[in-house]
């Protein structure tokens, strides 16, 4: 009993770590397209901005995030290798052990053929058979006859399998040897295409610090602005705060939906890259400047449109002297869509997941569209990407 518990209890552990095997090839299978969606998509917003004469500070942030999606995608390839190296390990393995248990059974095999050949016509089992002491003698050497054949057959299976099993290995370890070079291939030409983009990135930022004066003036204009829309965003929720206390249950029941889809929510974007990230982010050529960013900036295609995340209530939409901000509460929770021209939407008004709240502003001189996106805890911001899927 213990023994069988034992081979039952192995057996699951193998099956476990074969399902658990195959899931993290399809997880990375699908890392590696989406990063090389990505990374499309970079590369035609890139395309468009360098149709300026000058370098643009967008043109290098999204360079950096270009640069930074080819070494996740380096990453992912060094990941499925490790893998692929691993299986291929396990195979020559299994081959051994199966070729082994195939000779052990061919043996087995010819030595019941040596038996069989004995006793190799009817006669011999009809003498074998009449020749008993009694009826219930027969009975057992009958028996015993229709054993011994569906043995003999029961071996020939057993080596027809452990053939076919062989095969089976074979063929998939002459496979993943292919697709190791498959790999290895795709990884070369993505680093040569990284270091293409590295050079790229430090002769723009190089043009750039000619332009220092401007920037620096640049940068000062745009932490006037920041200071400002976060002022009056953290008043108006701040208000909103407030206000909630006739709804909190409600609220109470719409925050906690919202919660459980943290890392499930849907981007306010259809098709986009993070050019700026949650926190401090260094500046591209400014080596001292570090700029705090409330959410993450989004870069798009021309003519996107911000979409809302999650269901809930418009719950202000204010201009700020160029663009358009919409904000819309999701029980205890905000998402704010910052950067907008035409805005769709109105306060009050109840919005659906994946509903369209606006048009995102382009630049007139970088000709990038940008979206500014914040999560909302109460009066915390979070990091959005910590919540979209």
Not at 20 to 27: D, F, M, P, S, V
Not at 279 to 284: F, K, V
Not at 305 to 319: E, K
Request: net charge positive; glycine share 4%.
């Amino acid at each position: 009993m213990n023994k069988v518990r034992y081979f039952l209890f192995a057996l699951l552990i193998l099956f476990v770590g074969l399902v658990g095997h195959a899931q993290n090839a399809r997880e990375l299978e699908q890392r590696v397209g989406k990063l090389q969606e990505d990374i499309k998509t970079s590369q035609k917003l890139l395309k468009k901005t360098s149709q300026n004469k000058e370098t643009t500070l967008k043109e290098v942030e999204l360079l950096q995030a270009q640069i930074k999606q080819r070494d996740d995608l380096i990453a992912t390839y060094n990941k499925q290798l490790d893998n692929l190296n691993k299986s291929t390990k396990a195979y020559k393995s299994d081959i051994n052990k199966l070729q082994n248990d195939l000779e052990k059974s061919r043996q087995e095999y010819a030595e019941l053929l040596t038996i069989s050949y004995r006793n190799r016509n009817n006669i011999n089992n009809l003498l074998f058979i009449f020749s008993s002491e009694d009826f219930n003698q027969a009975i057992r050497r009958m028996r015993y006859i229709q054993q011994f054949q569906d043995l003999l057959k029961h071996k020939m299976t057993e080596i027809d399998d452990t053939k076919s099993d062989i095969k089976k290995r074979i063929d998939q370890n002459d496979a993943d040897k292919k697709r190791i070079e498959a790999l290895k291939a795709d990884q070369n030409k993505e680093r040569e295409a990284l270091n293409k983009d590295k050079k790229s990135l430090n002769d723009k930022v190089a043009k750039l610090k000619k332009q220092e004066k401007n920037i620096k003036n640049e940068i000062a204009q745009k932490e006037k602005e920041t200071k400002s829309l976060q002022s009056k965003i953290k008043k108006l929720i701040e208000e909103e705060v407030s206000k909630r206390k006739a709804n909190a249950t409600v609220d109470t029941k719409l925050s906690a939906t919202f919660e459980s889809n943290k890392g499930r929510l849907p981007w306010p974007v259809e098709k986009g890259v993070v050019t700026k990230k949650y926190g401090n982010n260094p500046h591209p050529t400014q080596s001292k400047v570090v700029v705090f960013n409330n959410g993450i900036d989004i870069s798009t295609e021309q003519g996107s449109t911000a979409l809302c995340v999650f269901d809930g209530q418009v719950s202000t939409v204010f201009n700020t002297g160029l663009t358009n901000v919409v904000m819309v509460r999701h029980g205890l929770y905000f998402t704010l869509y910052a950067n907008l021209d035409k805005v769709f939407v109105k306060s009050g008004d109840k919005v659906k997941t994946g509903q369209k709240l606006g048009l995102i502003h382009t630049g007139a001189t970088d000709n990038v569209t940008t979206l500014h996106f914040e999560v909302w805890n109460d009066k915390n911001n979070t990091n959005p990407e910590k919540w979209l899927k």
